[in-house]
């Protein structure tokens, strides 16, 4: 069965992984006060992520429209499209909205839209999941209910450098940010069931902050031996090596993937945050 993949930026992957999965990606807008960024191949990650840095006001994002998203639904291909956590972003509605859109004005063809309740690493996940069962000839309807129980059993969590981004961003008390970075309390934060951002754990001082990171997955986690780790890294390469090398001294996952974060996960994780999806 042919298939394609459309996804929204938040779904992190490296250029290999978009050409194997056939992964077409509706990126969102990004905008610092008056200049506008797509969030698509051709970002400077890193320069973005130095403009953020200065950057006095929070940064604002767009999620793709239903034209972007109809654009992406054209071709013969059966399409089954991942999205952010709609919790999060109104990038759900916009495909779902596409879909009726397309099968009314276009053409009758097969279109999924699944809700990640996740963002990152938990994207990647899921198009690795639905590329393995297209792989093994599971008909759509199969692979819409096995993804679906997938995205129910996954489990995202991140690692801040900073909750001055979080505050800037107007989703958390500035004084609290302040105060947290003083003390150097470093943050675990988690998607819940509803895809909505919950506080894991506050440590204190990044290396007790990274031991539990590991240790959570532990205590969080059920058949291992059967997952793939997903590993998305914000301009912080090594410390996600770092990370995936403490993981094999503990588990067994069937495979770990370690991606670059694109625009939108940096703008939320900032330079150094680490979100990682089983």
């Known amino acids: 069965m042919d298939i394609k993949i459309v996804a929204d930026s938040s779904c992190d992957l490296t250029e290999n992984m978009k050409k194997e999965l056939n992964v077409d990606i509706a990126p969102l807008i990004l905008q610092l006060e008056d200049k506008k960024y797509i969030d ?26 239903p034209e972007d998203y109809i654009r992406r639904y054209e071709g013969k291909e059966s399409v089954f499209v991942v ?3 709609s919790k999060l972003s109104g990038s759900y509605n916009s495909a779902v909205l596409a879909k009726s859109l397309f099968i009314e004005d276009i053409a009758h063809k097969f279109i999924h839209v699944f809700d990640s309740f996740s963002a990152s690493a938990g994207e990647t996940l899921i198009a690795l999941k639905i590329n393995e069962l297209a792989k093994m000839n599971f008909k759509e309807i199969e692979i819409v209910d096995k993804v679906s129980s997938y995205i129910k059993g996954m489990k995202t969590f991140f690692l801040l450098e900073s909750l001055e981004h979080l505050a800037k961003a107007g989703r958390l008390n500035p004084i609290i940010a302040k105060v947290a970075n003083m003390l150097s309390i470093k943050p675990i934060m988690g998607a819940t069931d509803e895809g909505t951002i919950r ?3 506050k440590t204190r001082g990044y290396k007790k902050a990274f031991k539990r990171f590991v240790e959570i997955i532990g205590e969080e986690g059920t058949n291992l031996e059967e997952k793939v780790l997903g590993i998305a ?5 090594d410390r996600a090596l770092q990370f995936k090398e403490e ?14 974060m694109a625009g939108l996960s940096s703008t939320y994780a900032d330079d150094g945050g680490l979100v990682i999806a089983f």
């Open 40 to 65: 698509n191949e051709n970002l400077d990650i890193k320069q973005y992520i130095k403009d953020m840095g200065e950057c006095k006001t929070a940064p604002k994002t767009a999620c793709p429209s």
């Open 83 to 85: 999205t952010l956590s």
């Open 199 to 201: 506080l894991v754990e």
């Open 233 to 237: 890294h914000c301009n912080c390469l």
């Open 247 to 260: 993981v094999l001294k503990k588990y067994k996952f069937k495979d770990i993937v370690i991606v670059e």
